[in-house]
Nanobody, 121 residues
Framework: QAQLVESGGGLVQAGGSLRLSCADS????????MAWHRQAPGKQRELVAG???????NYANPVQGRFTISRDDAKNTVYLQMNSLKPEDTAVYYC???????????????WGQGTQVTVSS
């Protein structure tokens, strides 16, 4: 089973940018779809964006036009570029791996440990 490690979170002011990374220690990364989910305090985990193994992407409405998901199969890494950040983007961000339909619903087989993103107003 893949081990996924997220990085890149931190504290940023509203309007700022961050880039999250999720690295896979396994050797089958290119075969899988990936997605980013987030969970804010007191709320359910929700989809942020997903990318298939053929680079098809899907975004949640709240982040459409501000966030970009991408992948580098040579580096076994998926990225989430987050621009124009808002306080409501504050959450722990997790990556999920599996089939495209599974990761879009948060039911992929592997999860990372999460990285905290805090956006101050």
């Amino acid at each position: 089973q893949a081990q996924l490690v997220e990085s890149g979170g931190g504290l940023v002011q509203a309007g700022g940018s961050l880039r999250l990374s999720c690295a896979d220690s396994g050797n089958l990364f290119s075969a899988y779809s990936m997605a980013w989910h987030r969970q804010a305090p007191g709320k359910q985990r929700e989809l942020v964006a997903g990318i298939s193994n053929a680079d098809f992407t899907n975004y949640a409405n709240p982040v459409q036009g501000r966030f970009t998901i991408s992948r580098d199969d040579a580096k076994n890494t998926v990225y989430l570029q987050m621009n124009s950040l808002k306080p409501e983007d504050t959450a722990v961000y997790y990556c999920n791996q599996g089939s495209f339909s599974a990761v879009l619903t948060g039911t992929g087989t592997s999860w990372g440990q999460g990285t905290q993103v805090t956006v101050s107003s």
